[in-house]
């Protein structure tokens, strides 16, 4: 059995178990099958998945790297709450830093803390996977990458629900390694409402990726460049336009630190 020390955190409850090498020498692991032990809700600490922070060499222009694990094993690109965990994970151990740089298999992000305590990143540039509007599993919505997919509808044909039709969704042919589905529940002019379906985990409270695109497909259909507060079953955040890219301002919060037992198969 081995002991290993984790931080739980959360971002509108989107929540993640993190493994801080900052502060903690681990053995070798597999993330993949760690993950899936520490995400069980029954069986383990519970959580949407696992994420590593390690510090970087001297020489790299990132302050960390941060590699993400879903509650199924699978490796994820890349993730905006867990981004925004760790900016302000960074802040802890560089109390006269502002700003800092994350590496991530989506390239180096950036954030800063604001002085109410949350937490700004800049998320790039995201893109449309296909210019129009497709149509998959009788849904009609943008494929667009933020530095992972996403697939954003508008609306649920009459007699199917978001549960039912996004897991259909998550793996279709369309995507090569399948997509995050976010449905637009409520459009106005200065907020959205959306549930969501991440790829490797299910249903989650919140995605931050998947805030933004949400307001990068709902600027496109209405041509509009404001901030949109999106609003989501766990909290809200702030996605904003700055000529073509865009920033993501949130929450997140500590929850646990401890010790897990694992007692690997």
């Given at each position: 059995?081995?002991?290993?020390?984790?931080?739980?955190?959360?971002?509108?409850?989107n929540d993640y178990i993190y493994l801080?090498?900052?502060?903690?020498?681990?053995?070798?692991?597999?993330?993949?099958?760690?993950?899936?032990?520490?995400?069980?809700?029954?069986?383990?600490?519970?959580?949407?998945?696992?994420?590593?922070?390690?510090?970087?060499?001297?020489?790299?222009?990132?302050?960390?790297?941060?590699?993400?694990?879903?509650?199924?094993?699978?490796?994820?690109?890349?993730?905006?709450?867990?981004?925004?965990?760790?900016?302000?994970?960074?802040k802890d151990k560089f109390p006269q830093?502002?700003?800092?740089?994350?590496?991530?298999?989506?390239?180096?992000?950036?954030?800063?803390?604001?002085?109410?305590?949350?937490?700004?990143?800049?998320?790039?540039?995201?893109?449309?996977?296909?210019?129009?509007?497709?149509?998959?599993?009788?849904?009609?919505?943008?494929?667009?990458?933020?530095?992972?997919?996403?697939?954003?509808?508008?609306?649920?044909?009459?007699?199917?629900?978001?549960?039912?039709?996004?897991?259909?969704?998550?793996?279709?042919?369309?995507?090569?390694?399948?997509?995050?589905?976010?449905?637009?529940?409520?459009?106005?002019?200065?907020?959205?409402?959306?549930?969501?379906?991440?790829?490797?985990?299910?249903?989650?409270?919140?995605?931050?990726?998947?805030?933004?695109?949400?307001?990068?497909?709902?600027?496109?259909?209405?041509?509009?460049?404001?901030?949109?507060?999106?609003?989501?079953?766990?909290?809200?955040?702030?996605?904003?336009?700055?000529?073509?890219?865009?920033?993501?301002?949130?929450?997140?919060?500590?929850?646990?630190?401890?010790?897990?037992?694992?007692?690997?198969?």
């Open positions: 059995m081995i002991e290993i020390p984790f931080l739980k955190m959360q971002a509108q409850g801080d090498y900052f502060e903690n020498n681990y053995p070798e692991l597999d993330y993949t099958e760690l993950s899936r032990g520490v995400s069980h809700r029954r069986f383990g600490i519970g959580s949407d998945g696992l994420v590593t922070i390690k510090p970087l060499a001297d020489n790299e222009y990132a302050d960390a790297e941060m590699r993400i694990f879903n509650s199924d094993g699978s490796e994820a690109l890349m993730c905006g709450s867990a981004l925004r965990s760790v900016v302000y994970l960074l830093r502002e700003k800092f740089t994350v590496k991530t298999l989506s390239g180096d992000k950036s954030g800063i803390i604001l002085e109410n305590g949350a937490v700004k990143c800049n998320m790039g540039k995201p893109f449309f996977i296909s210019d129009e509007q497709i149509e998959i599993s009788e849904c009609k919505g943008y494929a667009i990458n933020v530095g992972n997919p996403h697939f954003v509808v508008f609306e649920i044909p009459f007699g199917k629900n978001f549960k039912e039709i996004a897991p259909k969704i998550a793996v279709d042919n369309f995507f090569k390694t399948g997509t995050n589905v976010e449905y637009l529940e409520s459009v106005t002019d200065k907020s959205l409402t959306i549930k969501i379906w991440e790829r490797g985990s299910g249903e989650t409270f919140a995605c931050g990726t998947g805030a933004v695109a949400s307001a990068f497909a709902v600027m496109k259909a209405s041509k509009t460049d404001k901030s949109i507060q999106i609003n989501m079953p766990g909290g809200s955040v702030i996605v904003e336009k700055c000529k073509e890219t865009f920033f993501l301002t949130g929450s997140v919060n500590k929850t646990a630190r401890g010790v897990f037992f694992w007692e690997k198969n």
